[in-house]
Nanobody, 124 residues
């Protein structure tokens, strides 16, 4: 079992910044890549960013590239998402996720573990 818990959600303003954190526990050795996804009301859950524990290789969705930064702390087993230049379109529930292998695409079905999500609301 792997447990993922998100922290840091809340209200932000357009053009502002917000930082999310994800704490991983349990069989963290079973996770290879960590990711952030988000889901807005009435929409499908979409990929935001990902990072590997070992080499810190990062991947970003085009919609957040240049604005969001994903990072990790291997000792604390935490993954962070620094969100800058926020837009109202960033409003969604943000989920921390993990997958056991480097294989597969950054899509929902390719990830094995999920947090409960944290709400991010960006006002205009």
């Amino acid at each position: 079992q792997v447990q993922l818990v998100e922290f840091g959600g809340g209200l932000g303003q357009a053009g502002g910044s917000l930082r999310l954190s994800c704490a991983a526990s349990g069989r963290t050795s079973s996770t290879y890549r960590m990711g952030w996804f988000r889901q807005a009301p009435g929409k499908e859950r979409e990929f935001v960013a990902a990072i590997t524990w070992s080499s810190a290789i990062t991947t970003y969705a085009d919609s957040v590239k240049g604005r969001f930064t994903i990072s990790r702390d291997n000792g604390k087993k935490t993954v962070n998402l620094q969100m800058n230049s926020l837009k109202p379109e960033d409003t969604a529930v943000y989920y921390c996720a993990a997958r056991a292998t480097p294989f597969g695409l950054n899509i929902v079905k390719e990830y094995d573990y999920w947090g409960q999500g944290t709400q991010v609301t960006v006002s205009s």
